[in-house]
């Protein structure tokens, strides 16, 4: 193991997951993780960048970001650190990722499922 990258960090779960050429391997991760429900044949993955809205916003940067042929949104972040912060986190991600989705007019059950992980 000696000399290998750490898959847990950020940097190369990304490059690993979250990369075009790796597309595939990211479906078969993500199949396996849900159990096949839904079951993911195609993915495309999405910008990670989240720019903050506001002066003193928060800008954040996702590990990978795809959207399912279904048009489901999710969302994968590899947290190493127990800051007890995860379902915080987790959620401020999410509402990100759903912010200004509806049209005036639109019922809330017209928003996209999004699955965080």
Known sequence: MVGLLNP???????NLFGAENHKKVLVCLL?????????????TLLNLQHKKQRKNGKS???????????????DIE?????DGNLVNRA????SRMTKEELDSGQSYDSCLNVISI
């Open 8 to 14: 847990s960090s950020d940097f190369v779960f990304a």
């Open 31 to 43: 199949n396996s993780i849900l159990k096949g429900k839904p079951h993911i044949k195609k993915i």
């Open 60 to 74: 954040t940067t996702l590990d990978v970001e795809a959207e399912f042929d279904d048009k489901a949104i999710i």
């Open 78 to 82: 590899i947290r190493c650190e127990r």
């Open 91 to 94: 959620f401020y991600h999410q």
